[in-house]
């Protein structure tokens, strides 16, 4: 992820004018219509990173807004003190609701009196755009500018790295207060040379670390995300991005979700070996035991193993909600392995689960190089669906089901 290195400023340089003083040059804007459209979409992969970050990775939020925008406005984004249109917006951990300005322009460094002009940008008039520090005359509202640029003099102390990092209240420039009334402090922050670049690489880390995203899928993703993100700033009203939609997004291009964390510090059960064995040599595996004893991370190892071994690999997730039939692949894409999480129900039978006890055996003897699977349940589910033909060809031995905190 992109990091704000630290600049040397002097210690007077506090961004603000003293008497006497020639003040800075002011920002300048940029011109002409392909500025306009770098600015666009600019704005649209911020808001895919956003989308990225707090609904599938940190799963901070569950949706994500889009205020509406159109091709008139583009030009007037390229003013100085004028902030995107596209402006993504989310409930977060802690009820608290974020509001995401981005800004793209000559990055010239923010100082505090650039940054409170883009506060008060907009209009007090019904109908108009509201004023970004009117959001936050609500004490549970967070906003963030994201900008390629950076920030200097007192403005550095709004400098974070993330959607979810606040800003340190201590260095809150005191010049702010008399714009932003209502304890503004850790509530206002500039994610600063997050640039186009770096947004770019920003996605691409997530698409193919934490969401699996096969490389030769990845560009057909993105292009799939912006059109999904510019569908919804079209028309009158703000566009609604669900944590299910964008999931099924993501799993349409062979993504599945995992926490790169949790594998980092996976620590293989007794029988691990025993499982790559199952699948390598059957194409197959069924992790059965108990909740808790870590089948959903021994699931995900052998599927983040298995994209490894094979950067053509298709990893699809397919649960309780899904048909057997979305397990049988009508044209050849290339290889791919099904991961198969709970398909009877995670606490009791779900409905329509006799479907996956009559056709899974079905599959699992079709099961090769090409069409590989990978299934979690738990044991009283797979007893009380009436499955019983699995368990020897398929589960690894009793004798070596021992793993984090139970069996497997």
Not at 71 to 78: F, T
Not at 331 to 354: C, M
Request: glycine share 8%; with cysteine; aromatic share 4%.
């Amino acid at each position: 992820m992109s990091t704000n290195e630290p600049s040397s400023v002097d210690a007077g340089d506090t961004g603000e004018v003293s008497p006497g003083q020639t003040p800075p040059p002011s920002r300048q804007s940029l011109r002409g219509a392909a500025a306009a459209q770098a600015g666009f979409d600019y704005q649209l992969d911020v808001s895919i990173l956003a989308a990225l970050q707090l609904l599938l990775i940190s799963k901070a939020a569950s949706r994500l807004v889009l205020e509406p925008a159109n091709e008139e406005d583009l030009e007037a984004d390229l003013q100085p003190n004028v902030p995107g249109r596209v402006q993504p917006s989310a409930t977060v951990t802690g009820n608290q609701k974020l509001v995401v300005q981005v800004k793209l322009d000559n990055g010239d460094p923010w100082r505090v009196e650039d940054f409170e002009a883009l506060l008060k940008h907009g209009s007090d008039k019904k109908g108009g755009r509201r004023k970004a520090l009117h959001h936050l005359d609500d004490p549970n509202t967070r906003y963030l500018l994201v900008t390629n640029a950076d920030a200097t003099g007192a403005a550095r102390g709004l400098l974070v790295q993330g959607f979810e990092e606040l800003s340190d209240k201590a260095s809150f420039p005191a010049s702010l207060h008399a714009t932003l009334k209502s304890l503004p402090e850790g509530r206002v922050a500039i994610w600063g040379k997050l640039t186009e670049k770096q947004l770019a690489s920003d996605i691409r880390e997530l698409m193919s670390d934490l969401l699996h995203v096969p490389k030769v899928e990845q560009q057909k993703l993105l292009e799939h995300l912006r059109l999904e993100a510019k569908r919804r700033t079209r028309g009158g009203a703000p566009g609604i991005w669900t944590r299910d939609d964008l999931l099924a997004t993501v799993r349409a291009h062979g993504g599945f979700l995992a926490s790169s964390a949790s594998l980092e510090h996976f620590v293989a059960p007794a029988n691990f070996d025993e499982m790559v064995r199952l699948l390598t040599d059957r194409n197959a595996v069924v992790l059965r035991g108990p909740s808790g004893t870590g089948k959903t991370q021994a699931a995900l190892k052998l599927c983040d193993m298995a994209r490894r071994r094979d950067g053509t690999l298709d990893v699809v997730s397919l649960g309780p909600d899904d048909a057997p039939t979305n397990a049988r692949k009508v044209v050849d894409t290339g290889p791919t392995l099904f991961y198969v999480d709970d398909p009877w129900g995670q606490y009791s039978l779900a409905g329509g689960n006799e479907a996956w006890t009559e056709q899974l055996p079905r599959l699992l003897a079709k099961a090769s190089p090409g069409h590989q699977f990978v299934i979690t349940t738990r044991s009283d589910m797979l007893h009380g669906a009436g499955v019983r033909c699995l368990h020897r060809r398929l589960c690894p031995p009793a004798s070596c089901r021992r793993a984090l905190a139970g069996s497997i």
